[in-house]
Each structure stands twice: as structure tokens, then as C-alpha cells.
């Protein structure tokens, strides 16, 4: 079973398991038809060497204490090691396989590598939406060597997902981060279908300066500027003021000023209060909503404001009035200081593969398991 628990650790200590967590219900679902299950998933970005810092035991050890069932930690993903420890386990027990990307032909989509992982199990299931974006060895060329199917939460994340494909007018997509590198393709495929299409965060200041405005020190990056100028869509709502700091950590003096107001040794770090209220106005009157990627620099208590009003404004909209939808790991972490997740109608463990499959992009992972 291909899971995505990447989650965030620290000194051998998980800091968020939500993505474990919400990949529960398979794993469940597995056992109690006492099916000898076995886990795989990657971990960060060890570029196909073996390396203790992204070890997957902390969250093996976690699964076990989550499910309180044993869970049997590899140290490999293949080999003697991997095929030993399948071996040893029995009916209704799980083992967890050690980082798929300690391997080099995981991240290549090896045949080599797929056909040794197919030969550890019987099926192939796949519950990591989050991965599914990738041509990845696990996610895709696997599917070749065994019978494959779809796991219950990618399922669920296709049903609802599909809903803002199909969306209920009018549809009001929010979207932060920084780049628009990666989400130029959702913001012409779901953008054009949005009544409005808000826009915060760092990739706000792309915009900003493709419109001639002054953005002094703000994170700007230079191909967004000229994706931002080649959006014609008029659909497209620019926040009007910002929360300012003469120092880019946030430490210095704190200001909201009109955007044209903005001065050369100035740092903009969230919208402001007359944009939150412009954005508020909008969002009230969806039937669907959308929302990947922060509003500002939400770590910081001077300038979460605008990020955890949003996070706030659809989860009261949603379950009823409106169908919506949060997804990304950092827009997921900011709704959940609000202590509102369970309003939202669909919160995607999907970051980028919850963009790509709204912008109607190519999804390894789905291919020949799930029907669109």
C-alpha cells in the first residue's frame, strides 16, 4: 500500500501527523479483513542515498501506536532486508517499509526497482493522492506488475476535488504561496471558471510589480512577474492594502498602508484589513470555494491576520451554504490554528497534486485505477 506520510520531524520527533491520521481508513479497512499490509512511502528529499535524517521509523513506531497493532519497521524498501521482514509477519499485522527515496530508481520510475517492490505483496493499492502527481516508481510504473486499485482517501479526494471541476456557481478560488510557476495551469483552467479568483501572499507581489507597483524588499520572483503580465483574466482580484515591516523577518515596526503607498526599504508580509474585508464581501456570496496557499507570513503573530481571517471566512461558509475545499500543507497547518477544520466540506492532503489534478494536468498515479 503506497501512503503519503511525509510528514514534518524533527530530532526524531513527528511535529504534525495529519497525513497519518487521515490515511487511517485503508489501512483499517485492510486489517480487518486480517490482510498482512504492507506500507510504503517516501520521506523529504534524500536524493537516493541512505539517510538518518529521513529514516521513516519515528513514523512507523507512530502508525503502531496510532492503530495499536504491531507494525514492523524495515530498514530497507527492497532486498534481503525488506523481504525478511515481509516474511516474518502475519495476518492483520503490518510492516513499514524504510524511505522509498533512498532509492535512486524511485524518483527515475525504474522498472528494475518497481518489479522488486511489486515482488514483496500480492496487491498494489495506492492512498497517496499527495504523490500521485509524480512519475515516480512507486506511484506509477508498480502498476505494470500487479493488480491495482485505489485506496479509499485518494478516492475521496477525486469525489470531492471533482466538485470544484463541477462546481456550483459562483465558484471563488484563493490562492497564495509564491510562485505562479505552479499554478499557472490552475489559474487558466479553474481561474476562468471563478467568478473571482483572490489573491495573497508572496505571489500577490508578482503581480504587483507587473503592474508597476512599488513592493521594496517583498519576494518576487522574476518569471512570475512575467506570467503575471501575460493574465489577462479580469476575474483576477489583487489585494488594495498590505501589512508592511522595514525588516524582511517581520521584526521591525508593523504598518498597514494602501499599496501604492509602499516604500523601497519595506517588506510586504500579509494583506491588510480593508483587503480582508474586500476578500470577505466575496467569499460570502460563493456556493464553491477553493483555497491553496497562505496569505502572508502566518508563523509570525504580526502578520497571521489576513491568512487565518480567510481560513476563518470559509470554514462559516462551508458545510451548507458553500462546498469547500482547503488543500497544501501550509494552508492546511494555518486552518487548523483556528481550530475550524472540521467546517471545511474537504480538507486535500494534496499540495501540488490537488493543482495539478484541478488544471486537469497528467496524474501518473491515477492512471488505470480511477476514472475522470
Known amino acids: 500500500m503506497r501512503v503519503d506520510f511525509n510528514v514534518p520531524i524533527k530530532d526524531g520527533k513527528i511535529k504534525d501527523d495529519y497525513k497519518i491520521v487521515a490515511g487511517l481508513s485503508t489501512i483499517r479497512f485492510l486489517l480487518r479483513y486480517n490482510c498482512k499490509v504492507i506500507i510504503a512511502t517516501h520521506l523529504g528529499r534524500p536524493d537516493g542515498k541512505k539517510n538518518s535524517e529521513f529514516s521513516l521509523e519515528p513514523v512507523a513506531r507512530r502508525l503502531g501506536k496510532i492503530l495499536d497493532v504491531k507494525v514492523l519497521f524495515a530498514d530497507s524498501c527492497v532486498g534481503f532486508s525488506a523481504g525478511t521482514a515481509v516474511g516474518r509477519i502475519k495476518k492483520g499485522e503490518i510492516v513499514f517499509l524504510e524511505n522509498l527515496r533512498f532509492e535512486k530508481g524511485e524518483e527515475k520510475n525504474e522498472i528494475k526497482f518497481a518489479k522488486e517492490l511489486a515482488s514483496l505483496a500480492d496487491i498494489y493499492v ?21 493488480p491495482s486499485y485505489a485506496g479509499l482517501l485518494l478516492g475521496e479526494e477525486v469525489k470531492n476535488l471533482s466538485k470544484i471541476i463541477n462546481s456550483k456557481q459562483p465558484l471563488i478560488s484563493i490562492i497564495g504561496g509564491s510562485k505562479i510557476s505552479t499554478k499557472i495551469s490552475f489559474l487558466k483552467r479553474i481561474g476562468r471558471k471563478s467568478f473571482k479568483v483572490l489573491i495573497g501572499g508572496a505571489l500577490a507581489n508578482n503581480f504587483f510589480v507587473a503592474r508597476k507597483f512599488e513592493v521594496g524588499k517583498s519576494l518576487v520572483d522574476k518569471k512570475s512577474v512575467k506570467l503575471a503580465r501575460s493574465l489577462k483574466q479580469k476575474n483576477i482580484i489583487l489585494p488594495i492594502d498590505v501589512v508592511v515591516s522595514k525588516k524582511s523577518d517581520g521584526k521591525g515596526e ?30 460570502k456570496k460563493a456556493q464553491t470555494i477553493i483555497w491553496n496557499g497562505p496569505m502572508g507570513m502566518f508563523e509570525k503573530q504580526s502578520f497571521k491576520h489576513g491568512t487565518l481571517s480567510v481560513a476563518r471566512l470559509i470554514a462559516s461558509r462551508s458545510r451548507g451554504r458553500a462546498f469547500g475545499v482547503v488543500g497544501g500543507g501550509e494552508t492546511i497547518t494555518a486552518l487548523r490554528m483556528t481550530g475550524m477544520e472540521d467546517y471545511v466540506d474537504w480538507v486535500s492532503t494534496g499540495g501540488g497534486a490537488t493543482l495539478s489534478f484541478l488544471s486537469g494536468d497528467k496524474m501518473p498515479g491515477l492512471d488505470k485505477i480511477i476514472k475522470i
Open 126 to 146: 495506492n492512498d497517496a493522492f499527495a504523490a500521485s502527481h509524480r512519475r515516480h516508481a512507486s506511484v506509477s510504473a508498480i502498476k505494470k506488475y500487479l
Open 254 to 283: 508593523v504598518e498597514a498602508k494602501s499599496v501604492s503607498k509602499v516604500n523601497k526599504n519595506e517588506t510586504i508580509l500579509d494583506i491588510g484589513p480593508r483587503t480582508i474585508r474586500l476578500y470577505a464581501d466575496f467569499i
